[in-house]
């Protein structure tokens, strides 16, 4: 059984840090294509960043300020995020893709004074 498992997320004022992880079970995330995505209230999900075996690709609202890495070792994902902004402001998930597409349940993240 996949599962992918999202933390880090909470409430931090603009300008601020935060670190999310993405622990994933049933499935090696070397071979997958792993992806942050975010939904806020009324919008439709989209993409924050993907990592692969040799790139990164970062939605141009968040270049710059997000870093995605993965540590295949521990069979982690993590999106470094800084700078944030009150637009920053969803519901963050992790995906995995290879054939078969897998989703987490999501982490919130607020950007608030």
């Known amino acids: 059984q996949v599962q992918l498992v999202e933390s880090g997320g909470g409430l931090v004022q603009p300008g601020g840090s935060l670190t999310l992880s993405c622990a994933a079970s049933g499935i090696t995330i070397s071979s997958y294509v792993m992806g942050w995505y975010r939904q806020a209230p009324g919008k439709q999900r989209e993409l924050v960043a993907t990592?692969?075996?040799?790139?990164?690709n970062y939605a141009d609202s968040v270049k710059g300020r997000f870093t995605i890495s993965r540590d295949n070792a521990k069979n982690r994902v993590y999106l470094q995020m800084n700078s944030l902004k009150p637009e920053d402001t969803a519901v963050y998930y992790c995906?995995?893709?290879?054939?078969?597409?897998?989703w987490g349940q999501g982490t919130q993240v607020t950007v608030s004074t």
């Open positions: 990592i692969t075996r040799g790139a990164t």
């Open positions: 995906k995995a893709t290879l054939i078969d597409t897998y």
